[in-house]
Every structure is written in C-alpha cells, then in structure tokens.
C-alpha cells in the first residue's frame, strides 16, 4: 500500500530506486538485530547490484513537485516493511516450514486487502467486466502466489539476506522483459547495469555458503 500510494508523488524510476534498497536493508537489520555478521563478498554483492540497479533505472528518476519527498518517504516505509518481512520469514520459517508460512501470510493479506476495500471503496466496484477478473486471477496466481511460496523456499534453504540481495535482479528483468514483450528499446547504460546486477549476484552465489 505503501509503494502503490507513493508512486503517486514520484516517477516508477524513483520508485524503483528505493524499492531495491530492500537487499541493503534487510542485511543491515540483520546485522543490528540478529547479530549477524556482514561478509565482505556480501557487502561487494550489495554495492555492485545496487550500483547496476541505479544504472538501469537512471532516466526514468525524474523528481518533480512538492509531494516528491511525501512519495519518496512513503516507498522508503514500503522498503523497509519488506526487509523486516523478509527478516522475519528467516527466523519463522525454518521452525514453522516454508509452506506453512506463506500460507499464513498469504491468508492475513487477504484478509487485509478484503477489509481495506471494503473500509475504503463502493462496493460497486466489484461489478467488472469477465477480462477483469481473468487477469486478476492470473496475476494472483502467477505474480503473487506462486512468486510468494518461491521466495518462502528460498529463505528456507539460503537465508533471508542472501534471497534479498539475489532479489536485486528484480528491476533488470523488468527491463528485459520490457523490452522483449513491449518492444521497449535498452541503451547502454541499462546494458551496464544488467550485467553488474548480475555479477552481483553470480558472486554472492559462487563464494558464499548458506548463512
């Protein structure tokens, strides 16, 4: 909710910015809260992709308006929210297991959407063409639910720190699959910071063991 309201004050490639610090911040919090150590390989995976997400986003960060701050503290909020998520699974999951986790997670978030539509909206709205529906459903399964018990999985077997920050690759596939499905054209800064992203995460994934 965060992220969707500030997007509102600023452009997606801000948004995009902040939205991928979550790596940083989910490494710091687990640094400070949990007393984990930071390896140097983590901190080189960190500053490499976050310099190739910057990279790949930089000509859409346009700031403009008097609201730009209220966005940008609003998708910070989001930002940080997912890092203490994803702090969170690490600890939960290992005891509860992966599927029983994203099961209650996934059960509170709907219970969340469903009171909040009906708090703020008319509940004629869910009078909507069949397509509507069709792509809801889809997007649920196929960009919700199924990314969500993954990531679960994920945490389960690498750790919370080290899903974030391969998550980094996040904005760069954006980009290519825009550019395949939507005909988007990428230039050579967005090329740059694709391959540094990606050899961030081939280095966390090749010196690393499981935290």
């Known amino acids: 909710m965060l ?4 997007l509102q004050y600023v452009s997606a490639g ?3 910015l902040i939205l991928f610090l979550f790596p940083t911040f989910t490494v710091l919090l687990s640094m400070l809260f949990l007393g984990r150590r930071i390896s140097r390989v983590e901190i080189s995976a960190l500053i490499l992709s ?3 997400i910057a990279l790949s986003v930089q000509q859409e960060v346009i700031l403009d308006g008097g609201n730009s701050l209220l966005g940008v503290l609003l998708i910070f909020g989001s930002t940080l929210a997912y890092a203490v998520y994803l702090i969170g ?5 290992p005891r509860i297991g992966s599927r029983r986790f994203m099961a209650y997670a996934m059960i509170v978030s709907c219970l969340a959407v469903i009171v909040q539509f009906i708090i703020s909206r008319d509940m004629a709205m869910l009078n909507q063409p069949i ?3 069709g792509y809801g459903l889809a997007i649920a399964l196929l960009s919700t ?3 969500a018990f993954m990531l679960a999985a994920a945490i389960h077997r690498i750790g919370a720190s080290h899903t974030a920050i391969i998550g ?5 596939a954006t980009i290519v699959l825009a550019v395949l499905l939507l005909g988007e054209s990428m230039n050579g800064l967005q090329v740059g910071g694709a391959l540094l992203v990606v050899a961030g995460v081939l280095l ?3 010196l690393t063991k499981k935290p």
């Not at 992220?3 to 500030?6: E, K, L, S, W």
């Not at 699974?89 to 999951?93: A, N, R, S, V, Y």
């Open 3 to 6: 992220d969707f309201v500030g």
């Open 14 to 16: 801000v948004e995009r």
């Open 50 to 52: 976050y310099i190739g």
């Open 89 to 93: 699974g690490g600890e939960l999951i």
């Open 131 to 133: 397509a509507v529906y």
């Open 145 to 147: 639910v199924l990314p």
């Open 168 to 172: 980094g690759i996040g904005p760069v």
């Open 204 to 206: 966390l994934g090749l």
